[in-house]
């Protein structure tokens, strides 16, 4: 098993900045795809950016020049920078794992919550 635990959400004003974390515990996998979900309510769960094994890291156009995916493989922790925030990044962020065994994202946090507000 895997375990995720996000963390670093919060409240923010437009344009501040936040570093969400994700820690990974457990099973280790050779190759897999870590990948970085947000879901506000009322709206589809949408993928911002992802990091495989090898270290390709791919984001989602709504979130390209301000998100950056950063990994810690010494702390099996994976960062999500986010700069200029906007309202509607106001979301639950997760952090999810794909083991690449064709089932998916099969290992997922609890999520963080990111509100952006004035």
């Known amino acids: 098993q895997v375990q995720l635990v996000e963390s670093g959400g919060g409240l923010v004003q437009p344009g501040g900045s936040l570093r969400l974390s994700c820690a990974a515990s457990?099973?280790?996998?050779?190759?897999?795809?870590m990948a970085w979900f947000r879901q506000a309510p009322g709206n589809q769960r949408e993928r911002v950016a992802f990091?495989?094994?090898?270290?390709?890291?791919y984001y989602a156009d709504s979130v390209k020049g301000r998100f950056t995916l950063s990994r810690d493989n010494a702390r099996n922790t994976v960062y999500l920078q986010i700069n200029s925030l906007k309202p509607e990044d106001t979301a639950r962020y997760y952090c999810?794992?794909?083991?690449?065994?064709?089932?998916?994202?099969?290992?997922w946090g609890q999520g963080t919550q990111v509100t952006v507000s004035s």
């Open positions: 999810a794992l794909d083991p690449l065994r064709g089932t998916g994202y099969d290992y």
């Open positions: 990091i495989t094994s090898g270290g390709n890291i």
């Open positions: 457990g099973r280790v996998f050779s190759s897999y795809t």
